[in-house]
Structure formats: C-alpha cells, structure tokens
C-alpha cells in the first residue's frame, strides 16, 4: 500500500459539491492499493502514517509524529497512486488492486484508522471528488509497505 502524506493546516474533500471530509491542522493521506495488498500491508501502513515524525517539536524540528500532536488525519482513496509510470506518457494500471478489494482494504484502513486515533475523516471510494489543502512546509512523504 502507498500513502502520500502531507502536514496540511487545514484539508477537506468534497463530491458531487457535498462535503465529505474535512480537518483542521493534520495530515493529509492519498492511499493507493497495489496489487498484492493485504490486511497486513493496511496495518503497517497505518502505523507508518500515525507514527511518522512530521510535525514541529519545541525546537522546531520534525520530530513529533501525528499521534503525539494530536492533529487530524483525512484518508482519501486514490487509484492513480498504485499506477505503473515507468515508461510512455500514459500510466498503466496494472500494478493497482481490483477496485473490489481496493475498497474492502481502504474500508479497513479507515475503520482501524478510526479505532487507533481521533479525529479521522475520509473521501468516498470511487467518487470523483475535489480535495482541497493547505500544505504546511510544505511538507510531504511517500510511504509504501
């Protein structure tokens, strides 16, 4: 799984002109499925997005993970984060997961997400949808497991 992370001051989603997630100062999470995704993958992901250090300490320096500021974390489901970009000028996808177990392995992202911290919004699978932020660093991180 792939998470692009991003420190934001302030992130929200919207679709169809509804908004369906939003946070005040937080990180900001793009999640991608590859392929051989699993449970195990979610769940080491997760880990990785609550425990990396991103955020300011006394001295200003990133060493304080989300868990400890106490921030937001918004999930938004994206497919294009799992494409194959390694030749031409079109991406492939068939190094993403079937979006049936994408979904299944989002939902479970967020629901273990929801259980370990607070406060967590997400974007809606599958939605076309519009996501607004305001990077703060700006700061961002790809991880994948």
Known sequence: MIALIQRVSRASVSTGGRLVGEISRGTLALIG???????????????????????????????????????????????TLAADTHKGTRAGFSTAAAPEIARELFGYLLE?????????????????????????????????T
């Open 112 to 144: 273990r997400a929801s259980s370990a911290h607070s406060p967590v919004a997400s974007g809606e699978f599958g939605a076309d949808m519009q996501v607004e932020l305001v990077n703060d660093g700006p700061v961002t991180f790809w991880l994948e």
């Open 33 to 79: 499925v590859s392929r051989n995704d699993d449970r195990a993958a979610a769940d080491r992901l997760l880990e990785r997005v609550l425990a990396y250090r991103i955020f300011p300490d006394g001295e200003g320096r990133m060493n304080r993970s989300l868990q400890e500021s106490g921030g937001g974390l918004l999930l938004v489901p994206q497919f």
